[in-house]
């Protein structure tokens, strides 16, 4: 009982943290495009800096939550770990996932302070 409560707990936090939502700065892949296409003016690359920045920060943010859901999993491992590695309810699923979202929240902090040195060029 109480790893289905770690676990409905953990997807609660997911949920209420808001991670589908577009955070403020944070835009749609439509506009990065078009942003993209025509950027040529500093505001424009610091619009792009802005949305970089935002979205590495959500990025660091689920890393985050999926780190200590692995912390979670480690505690009270089940047989998943064994039976079913990599499978949604697995300490190695949570730490696969949270140190990739660390490497691309790097990636996109290295955009946005390439679009802040661009835009005072």
């Known amino acids: ?8 707990m953990g997807t609660a ?3 209420s ?9 944070e835009l749609s892949t439509k506009e990065v495009k078009a942003l993209l296409a025509k ?6 690359h610091l619009r792009l800096a802005g949305h970089f920045q935002a979205l590495a920060n959500r990025l ?4 985050q939550e999926h780190a200590a859901l692995a912390k979670v999993y480690r505690a009270r491992p089940t047989g998943s770990e ?8 697995t300490a190695a699923h949570c730490e696969y996932f ?9 990636s ?11 835009s005072v060029k």
């Open 1 to 8: 009982m109480s790893r289905l409560l770690a676990i409905v």
């Open 13 to 15: 936090l997911l949920v």
């Open 17 to 25: 943290s808001g991670v589908a939502a577009v955070r403020p700065h």
């Open 39 to 44: 950027a040529g003016a500093p505001a424009d």
């Open 60 to 63: 660091q943010d689920e890393a």
């Open 82 to 89: 064994i039976k079913r590695p990599m499978s949604p309810d």
């Open 98 to 106: 949270s140190e990739s979202l660390e490497k691309a929240s790097k």
């Open 108 to 118: 996109a902090r290295a955009l946005a302070e390439a679009h802040e040195q661009i």
